[in-house]
């Protein structure tokens, strides 16, 4: 799957990944009302409403961009149906010839891990057949727990061909509370870097491993010291945009080749409408406002990328 | 909750939990067949099966004890089905006067944990309305990101009157690949420790905190350290029995008025049928195998705890 990801970075020319966050305040109100017109104001209707808006964002922008990134927790706190938008959310978005990374940040050990990688990665063993649960491309994963965390998604990774995303060093303000914490002079961030290049050597692709990093974009300086620790790592870089990271903040994140990175846009996308920039597109046209939002952020990292 | 839970563990002279992770090698063949009967081999008939082999444990061991702990990943790796059969047992837990501690080991940033929290211990808006999605008492948390990850929690525990056990120092092997690295002289573990005492402080109940630990059964001499640096959280103890952690072991996490801990078991309990000393219970009464091993527990903590 990573082969396929670099693949389709390349064909694009566009290492951006949609960050698909639905927050019911981003939602245009003709589609929550039409939900809740046809479920009510239920969790049913909620995720009908989440899954009209994706489904929209979607079509208006699959062929400019390589993956999406559902981040589940926005799913979750609809409970059962949210999960089903989230489901629905994932196989469309595969069936648009997206890659799917599911951000779900998941982290246990031992059998409890392994259920974790076959629930978004693998399959499930029902009586005598093998079938998918949630069954996205690619996952993120946090390594708090050490290897034994780590090992099972990794056995579900080289099974399927999928792989994950390691939390490394993460995009927000306090992120270096434990991250940054000097051990024997170096910061945790770069002991668990050097664990995801090991990791990643246990199930390589063609030029990059299975096992990529969470590093945001926030922190370039970090960004540029992980980004040699692991040469063959591919960096999901979260931050950009609404966060605070900008355009030249990234060159730090690719590899010579211009490969290497894949930058994360949320809310800049999917709630572009709601920005001054896009607002001549109006609630009815959020999905061609998502549109040019895409077209501008492939713009800004081809101009930082030319620029160094 | 906290005081509901400390209340409950007087009450029933048991500071236990019962890990409800069902996995399929555990349940007994007459469940399963009629499960898969009813609803063929899918998706559907492996929630079903679960959610029956559920009930018949709870029904058998829930005057015995104060709380269950159901493990998320068990259920989430069965997909939305599996997700139902974790809210019915949820749901069913509640109703039967158990506290329900979500093992679901979330953690992620700002409105993304906020998320989470929602998801699994507060309302979410929709419309107008404020809707309950998975409503748990606990959960358990990840700390890696630090306090932009725990904040969002809080503030929902808070509203709730709920609470979290956040992961210090994990039972596994591997655990102390990251947490116990040494931060000017002392293992991450007592930074999290220290944090997780500093932000119990913001949410007291009457004697202890909305802020509980997780530590490992498997390191006793950690869990005497961590014990003294967070004096006002409920130490959540995974690792008894499977995992190789004693009764013995135990002591170190109670404080001297014998509270302040709660040891979970998962598979000593809901598959004891399945270890020799209770085989003569056989798989048709397999709730009642479990019954005797809560017992057997409860007498094994006691007796350690009367020891020291």
Redesign the interface.
Known sequence: MINRLVEKIKKTEAPIVVGL?P??KFIPEHI?KAA?LEYG???K??GEAIWQYNKGIVDAVYDLIPAVKP?I??Y?????E???AF?KTVDYCKEKGLVVIGDV?????????E??A??HLGK??????M????DEDFATV????????IQPFLKVCKEEKKGIFI?VK??????????D????GRP?YE??GE?VDQWGSQCMGEDYSYVGAVVGATYPEMGKVLRRLMPKSYILVPGYGAQGGKGADLVHFFNEDGLGAIVNSSRGIIAAYQQEKYEKFGAANYADASRQAVLDMKEDIAQALAGR
Chains 1, 2 share one sequence.
């Open positions: 966050d927050m019911m929550r809740f104001e239920t969790l209707g909620a981040q927790a926005m979750e706190q609809f409970g059962i949210g999960l089903v489901k940040k998941r982290g246990d050990i031992g059998s409890t891990s259920a974790y076959v629930a499930v063993a029902v009586g005598s057949r079938l998918p649960a949630f946090n390594p708090y727990l050490g290897s034994d965390g939390l993460t995009s927000n303000p306090s992120s270096g509370e434990f991250q914490r000097l051990i024997d945790l002991i668990v664990k």
